[in-house]
């Protein structure tokens, strides 16, 4: 079974797991900043928007989610990176 922290559900504009918003740290926009947990709070650096190649970007940054050099191992922190079609920054939406 997937844990709790694992489950996440997107309503058309924030990602949210745990009562908490995926958010980009300290609302920095350069290439490389990580995302993090935050209380949601509607700002534009919680906002996500699924895109047609399967990435999900930010509208505010114009990046997107992208795990640092395509890494799988747990505890991977997930950053903001120059879209770029790679399968470091494919999501499923189920």
Known sequence: ATSLDQKWTW???TLRTLGKCLDIAGGVNAAGTKLQLA???GGGYQNWVADADGSMSNPTTGRCIDSP???TANGT???IW???GSAAQKFSLA
Do not use: F, I, V, Y
């Open 69 to 71: 050099s395509g890494a």
């Open 82 to 84: 120059d879209c770029n």
């Open 77 to 79: 922190r997930l950053q």
């Open 39 to 41: 209380n949601c709070n």
């Open 11 to 13: 309503n058309g504009q």
